[in-house]
Every structure is written in structure tokens, then in C-alpha cells.
């Protein structure tokens, strides 16, 4: 998956497990960057009577570096807390839930937003930004929460400065084929020229359909955000380029004493981080994985090599036999997954685009902001000719899936290797979670809904109305 | 251990191998069971006691005496090696 349970130690720690993150000039408001990060994999919507919260004690952060260092210029720290309106019922609502200060709602849980920049002389500036801000309650169904739109609206919170943000469960917006692509690389489109082939091309099946995730958004005007301090108009600009990147950090102690008390302290330590998508998940070895979500992104020169000569395009010929010719006797360093994923794309290379930040090899999402939103998107990106999306940082709908299956397939090896030629099948690879559509890029999938509007992700599905992914086939 | 106070455990108490870890309470008067030799001193242990909080201490590294402590969001590494050669004679006669 883009980031859920990528990594052995953080898959045990769900409430800090960094799960996709987003950015992008908000289509509605071009004037502003909207920045998501998204915890808490494979949220089953009827898991109650405890359902889904963010950590109390965990920190959250949305970083910005804007000076090409690999280093966050400027941070977003999210802190959470509890409150249980009454300790004497196992209930996570006694009645209905109408209003987000319902009474009803027996476990509420608030955050305050920090933001941390540099100051004068080096020093580091921080602002509460916002503090008491509530958080909406889950999805449970018709009953509890049944007008659950008016719910998730109402936990949209302006603060000082033009920001907007919202904290709470979303629709996970990302789509994928789990169930066939950890099924030894295969893709149902091509699942009858596997290694192990079964019959006949079918549709990807989107393994997170019915599964909602914890979001953190915060819309930002763009003056805040760049290193010039601007609302940069040149997409050549150095100052129009963003690398964003989040994190979740736990307290360096934790120890339970003889009176049932914990005690945690000492500095936040972080335990999961998240740029690109799909980068710890499938370009870093198992054995670096934990070591990786610890690390700044500026240490990420550490893991180059696994970018320069990735795993999976030494599978894909081996897992397609006789598909991917050219991509098997491709040996050089991968110079376009190095740009892409760890400096951005220089200039000269896209025609009149680039999202470079400098020497520095990070992995971060980098996004030029003085790119507008399409007028008409396209969910394959940059890759389908729309340079508002991924790999120029990475809207909700972006199918990251399929366009980095295809850049590790080859598909980007010309832009940095005019005598390289492509294999056919990396034009065409996919998971196929969109169904025909995804073929041509022009829409999302059709069982991911998203807003038109900030969060972008969508209202959660609720635990009443979600069908097990697998009723259909008893 | 709930029946051991602080300066008892650092006395007579016990340790993991190659870390100790002691939760106590600053500003009940028991800074001074934990402090350094002069010289060593870190203005966290310096003057009047610092708000009664739980903290965490834990020896990071007892072949160089290197000793953490962790209270609030902060972390203070300081050497001594005297507090590292007393923990570790105490684990030796810790009857585990």
C-alpha cells in the first residue's frame, strides 16, 4: 500500500502509522497548498464500541522544507486529547449524536495546532495556531450519526492567517489491489501473463474500498509556505518548489508503574514518516524499513541505492516472462527514479515543469505550487500530461499506484535516457483498481468518492452500512 | 518495588542489564540521591528542585557512565561514573 503497514515495526502501532500523504494547490482556493497526512490503516468502520481515535500520546507532524535541504523549514504539530463524558458506561454514544458538542457523545476527542518556523537569526518561532479544536465522531450508522455530513462539516476549523483544518475519519481515498499485488507482484489485468498464471485479464479489485483512515488536513495559503515567502507565479522558480513530508513521534520513555499509572517522557522520538508514496513500501528492503521511518528525510542519500537499482523492476521481468525485455537488460543507475523520487525533476526535462529542490536527496513530495489545478485532471499525472498531479506533489485521486508501477516498469527511463526504448507493457501496467477507466487516466475510480472541497477526502463509510469485502463471495 | 523508595533503589535496587531505568519524582526533596559529583553537574540537577513530575533516568551507555535523563520533552546526558558503579554493584548483589 502507499504507506499502511509498511513496515514491520510500525504495522504494531497503528494510531502512528503514517498512511498517505497529499499536497496540492487546492482547486477551489489556488491561492492556498492543502496538505493531508493519514493514520491508522484499514480502519474497519463497525469497529467499535471502541472506535478509532489519534494517539494522545503521539505527535503528529506535516513538515515543509523549502530551502532544499532535506530539513523541515516549517512544521505543523497536531496534539490530541481526550475527554470521556462519562467513565460509567462501556458505550461510545448514549443516544444519538446530532451535534459535534453532542452530549451523547461519550468519548470526544480535541486538538491544538503548533507552527514552527524560523525566525531571526536562526532561532525557531513557534505559534499556536489553534488549541480545543474538536474532532468529529466517527461513523457509527444511521442511528447514532445520521446526518454524519453535517458532523464532519462542523470540525472544519478556520484558523489565524487564512489556514483552514480538519482532523478526524475520512474515506481512505487511496485505491489498490492488495490482495493480487502481494500475491507474488500479480496485476489482474495481467494476471494470464504471470509467472504463475491464472486465466483471462480481470479488473483490479481496490482492497480499501470499505476501509476509512484518520486524517489530518490543513489548508495553508501559499505566501506561508514558500522560501521566498510569496505566492510564487514562475513554475522555474527554485522558490515555487515545496518538499513536504509527515511524521508520527512517540516519547522517548514509557513505563507502567505499580499503580496502574504510565508515565511517558522525555523527547518525542519519530517511528513513521511518509513522502512519496509507495517508497518505504516497496524501494526500501525490509531490513532498513524500521531504520528508515526514524531518519530525517536529509539521511535519505543512506537508501539511494535501493532507488538507483530498485527490486521490483528486477521482479517484473522475472514475474512477466518475455513482457519486459528491455527493462531486464536495462542495468544503469535509474537516474529518473533518483529525480523523481529523491532531488525532483530538473528543469528541461518536462516542458515547463520542474519540481527540483536542489543536491539533496530526500525523499519528499515535492510540489510546485505556481502550477494551477487542472482544468481537467487527469489521474495519472504528470505521466497523462497534467503537471498538477503526481509526481508534482500528489492530489487525493492520483493513481500513484499505477504511475510509479510504470516508472519502475521503464516508462520514465527516456526522459533521462533519449536511447533507451520502453517495453509496450510499460505504458499499459497497472493494478487495474479503476476498471477501464484508469486505462486512459481520465477518471477515478468508480467505488472512491472524494469532495469537491477541503478535506477532499471524503465523509467515512459507517460501520451500519459497510458489507464485509467478502459477503459476496460466500 | 512499589515499597522502595527512590533512594532505596538506587542503594540496594535492581536493573536491567546494561540499563536502568528509575521513575521517580522531582521536587520531593530526592534531586540529591541522583546527582553527580561536582564538576559534572548539569544545570538540570543545579538549585532549587524543578516542578514534581515523573522522570525517567537510564544509563545509556555504563562503560563510558554516561547517564540519560528523561523529564518533560527533553533529554540531559551527563557522565558519572560513580552513580553507574553504585547501580552496578547494587544489580550484582540483587538477589534475582
Redesign the interface.
Known amino acids: 500500500m502507499s504507506s499502511h503497514r509498511e513496515a514491520p515495526e510500525i504495522s504494531k502501532d497503528p494510531v502512528a502509522d503514517s498512511t498517505d500523504v497529499y499536497a496540492f494547490v487546492s482547486p477551489d482556493r489556488p491561492d492556498t497548498v492543502t496538505l493531508i497526512s493519514n493514520y491508522i490503516p484499514l480502519e474497519d468502520p463497525a469497529g467499535g464500541p471502541n472506535f478509532f481515535e489519534f494517539g494522545d500520546d503521539v505527535l503528529y507532524r506535516i513538515l515543509v522544507d523549502n530551502d532544499g535541504d532535506g530539513k523541515a523549514d516549517i512544521t505543523y504539530e497536531f496534539r490530541f486529547y481526550t475527554v470521556v463524558e462519562n467513565p460509567a458506561t462501556f458505550l461510545y454514544n448514549t443516544g444519538q449524536i446530532l451535534t459535534i458538542d453532542s452530549p451523547s457523545w461519550n468519548r470526544k476527542q480535541f486538538y491544538s495546532v503548533t507552527r514552527i518556523s524560523k525566525g531571526k537569526r536562526g532561532r525557531m518561532k513557534t505559534v499556536v495556531l489553534g488549541s480545543d479544536l474538536p474532532c468529529p465522531p466517527c461513523n457509527i450508522g444511521p442511528r447514532s450519526t445520521p446526518n454524519y455530513a453535517n458532523l464532519g462539516n462542523s470540525a472544519i476549523n478556520e484558523l489565524p492567517g487564512d489556514i483552514k483544518v480538519f482532523a478526524g475519519q475520512r474515506l481512505d481515498g487511496f485505491y489498490v489491489d492488495l490482495g493480487s499485488i502481494f500475491d507474488l507482484g500479480a496485476l489482474r489485468p495481467f494476471q494470464n501473463l504471470h509467472l504463475l498464471n491464472m486465466p483471462g485479464a480481470a479488473e483490479g479489485v481496490d482492497a480499501l474500498r470499505s476501509f476509512n483512515v484518520h486524517s489530518i488536513a490543513i489548508q495553508i495559503p501559499i505566501d506561508q509556505l514558500t522560501g521566498g515567502g510569496t505566492k510564487e507565479t514562475d513554475p522555474m522558480s527554485s522558490n515555487a518548489v515545496i518538499g513536504v513530508y509527515a511524521s508520527a513521534s512517540r ?3 514509557q ?1 507502567r ?3 496502574e499509572h504510565m ?1 511517558q ?4 522520538m519519530q517511528v513513521s514518516r511518509l513522502g512519496n508514496p509507495l517508497f518505504n513500501e516497496v524501494v526500501v528492503p525490509m531490513g532498513d524499513k524500521d531504520r528508515w521511518n526514524k531518519l530525517s528525510p536529509d539521511q535519505d542519500h543512506k537508501f539511494a541505492r535501493y532507488v538507483a537499482q530498485p527490486e521490483l523492476a528486477k521482479l517484473l521481468p522475472v514475474l512477466y516472462p518475455g513482457v519486459f525485455p528491455n527493462l531486464a537488460a536495462y542495468t544503469a543507475d535509474r537516474a529518473d527514479l533518483l529525480a523523481i523520487l529523491l532531488t525532483g525533476i530538473p528543469a528541461g526535462i518536462v516542458a515547463g515543469f520542474q519540481n527540483f529542490s536542489g543536491a539533496t536527496q530526500a525523499d519528499l513530495l515535492r510540489l510546485n505550487v505556481a502550477i494551477p489545478p487542472a482544468a481537467s485532471q487527469n489521474i495519472l499525472g504528470i505521466l497523462g500530461g497534467d503537471l498538477a498531479g503526481y509526481p508534482n506533489g500528489r492530489r487525493v485521486q492520483d493513481d500513484v499506484t499505477t504511475i510509479e508501477l510504470r516508472a519502475i516498469a521503464g516508462a520514465t527511463i527516456k526522459l533521462v535516457d533519449p536511447g533507451y526504448t520502453p517495453d509496450g507493457a510499460a505504458a499499459l501496467i497497472s493494478d487495474g483498481t479503476g476498471g477501464p477507466a484508469v486505462l486512459d487516466g481520465t477518471k477515478p475510480p468508480t467505488n472512491v468518492s472524494y469532495l469537491d472541497t477541503f478535506p477532499y477526502l471524503d465523509h467515512p463509510k459507517s460501520g451500519y452500512d459497510t458489507v464485509p469485502l467478502n459477503v459476496g463471495a460466500l | 518495588m512499589s515499597d522502595l523508595s527512590r533512594r532505596n533503589f538506587l542503594a540496594h535496587g535492581a536493573t536491567a542489564a546494561g540499563a536502568v531505568v528509575v521513575v521517580g519524582q522531582l521536587g520531593n526533596g530526592s534531586a540529591s540521591a541522583a546527582s553527580p559529583k561536582a564538576g559534572a553537574e548539569p544545570a538540570f540537577f543545579g538549585g532549587e528542585p524543578v516542578a514534581s513530575e515523573p522522570f525517567v533516568v537510564y544509563i545509556r551507555d555504563a562503560a563510558r557512565g554516561e547517564v540519560a535523563v528523561l523529564r518533560g520533552e527533553e533529554e540531559i546526558v551527563y557522565t558519572d561514573r560513580a552513580l553507574v558503579g553504585r547501580l552496578q554493584r547494587a544489580m550484582r548483589r540483587a538477589a534475582w
Open positions: 516519547r522517548k520513555a513505563v508503574d505499580d499503580h508515565h517522557s522525555g523527547p518525542y
